[in-house]
């Protein structure tokens, strides 16, 4: 499937949601897992699936249920992270979680999870009612740097089809460039050369970068722009910068 098609099945996705939901109100936002405090309640397979996506970028968890599956033990076993606590749900459970998702398979507790942590102005996720909730996991694809996610408007299956779709095209190509990017900007913004990140953010991601990765010409365009770039590039204030020549 081309992107063309990919857009056109997200715009369908997007319209059909519009047409029986009103208009689109999702804002999307990438958090970063390593500064994210998670409190999941609930013990079950929903639970643990959250808590590895969680775990797997970084997050802390704390998981709190009355009865935890072998899955999550053993995920306990597994990351440092998991905090399994083995009781009934309490409002302070909420404490300093960033991100709190309620995960039972009893209505009342969920609702009750989701009050509690809106009063205090967290991010809520509501498993079997997302709409309830003031935030939704999204069908993600990654590839290195590179972070996609999917919402379909509550229909989990059709998201998952767009991210597969997506996931075809920008595969591990995709990953080494940006790593490669990524790479180039942090070195370039260390030496303090900020106008050379900004001409190689001009020469390498073009219309065309695209297209350059996906024939496997990106590493020689950066290799290209190094060679051409002068020895001893200057700062914005016209002063040499160290270590900002190519060697």
């Not at 606590?85 to 709190?100: F, P």
């Not at 991601?205 to 290799?223: H, I, P, S």
């Amino acid at each position: 499937m081309g992107v063309a098609q990919v857009l056109r099945c997200v715009l369908q996705c997007v319209l059909q949601c519009a047409c029986t939901r009103g208009p689109v109100s999702g804002y999307p936002v990438l958090l970063e897992g390593s500064r994210v405090s998670a409190l999941i309640v609930g013990g079950g397979r929903v639970a643990h699936r959250k808590a590895v996506a969680l775990l797997e970028c970084g997050a802390a968890v704390r998981v709190v249920a009355p009865e935890i599956g072998d899955d999550l033990r053993q995920a306990a076993a597994d990351w440092p992270r998991l905090t399994l606590i083995e009781r009934s749900y309490l409002a302070t459970d909420v404490r300093d979680a960033a991100l709190v998702i309620a995960a039972t398979n009893v209505r009342e507790v969920n609702a009750a999870v989701t009050t509690d942590a809106m009063t205090r102005g967290r991010l809520v996720n509501v498993a079997d009612f997302p709409e309830d909730g003031n935030c939704v996991t999204v069908a993600a694809h990654s590839a290195g740097p590179l972070v996609v996610g999917v919402s379909a408007g509550g229909v989990p299956d059709a998201a998952s089809r767009v991210r597969d779709a997506i996931a075809r095209r920008f595969d591990a190509r995709y990953g080494a460039a940006l790593a490669t990017l990524v790479a180039l900007r942090r070195e370039l913004l260390d030496a303090g050369d900020r106008d050379g990140w900004y001409a190689a953010k001009r020469d390498l991601v073009g219309d065309d970068f695209c297209e350059t990765v996906e024939r496997g010409g990106f590493a020689e365009d950066v290799a290209n722009w190094r060679a051409d770039r002068p020895h001893g590039a200057a700062d914005a204030d016209g002063r040499s910068v160290e270590g900002a020549a190519w060697g």
